[in-house]
């Protein structure tokens, strides 16, 4: 499996990104999806996560209203939509993924997930 991220980049505080994260894998696997971050100096933090079939997501508390999960498995690609944006969301954005035989489970943990992209910069300024 592999996790291609793109999408990241600069804006100011208050402004939108939205984080596209492209599969390659066998079709007949089944992938549980996330994202995760890490500023620097700090340790990896889960950011959202979103089951196979994509009726389950998961949010940190801080960016719950603001990010929004979402899938689209015609396209294996998973997004997340990031608006009112803040300098603290500032750091590397990974995409993650774990073979899965849940259609509605959504795994949130670090150690859950086996494959991961090569991160993506995304810096907030004030």
């Known amino acids: 499996v592999q996790l291609v991220e793109s999408g990241g980049g600069l804006v100011q505080a208050g402004g939108s990104l939205r984080l596209s994260c492209a599969a390659s894998?066998?079709?007949?696997?089944?992938?549980?999806m996330a994202w995760f971050r890490q500023a620097p100096g700090k340790e990896r933090e889960s950011v959202a996560a979103?089951?196979?079939?994509?009726?389950?997501?998961y949010y940190a508390d801080s960016v719950k209203g603001r990010f929004t999960i979402s899938r689209d498995n015609a396209k294996d690609t998973v997004y997340l939509q990031m608006n009112s944006l803040k300098p603290e969301d500032t750091a590397v954005y990974y995409c993650?993924?774990?073979?899965?035989?849940?259609?509605?489970?959504?795994?949130?943990?670090?150690?859950?997930?086996?494959?991961w992209g090569q991160g993506i910069q995304v810096t907030v300024s004030s």
């Open positions: 894998a066998p079709t007949f696997i089944s992938l549980a």
């Open positions: 979103i089951s196979w079939s994509g009726v389950s997501t």
């Open positions: 993650a993924a774990a073979i899965t035989y849940s259609s509605a489970g959504v795994r949130t943990l670090l150690r859950d997930y086996e494959y």
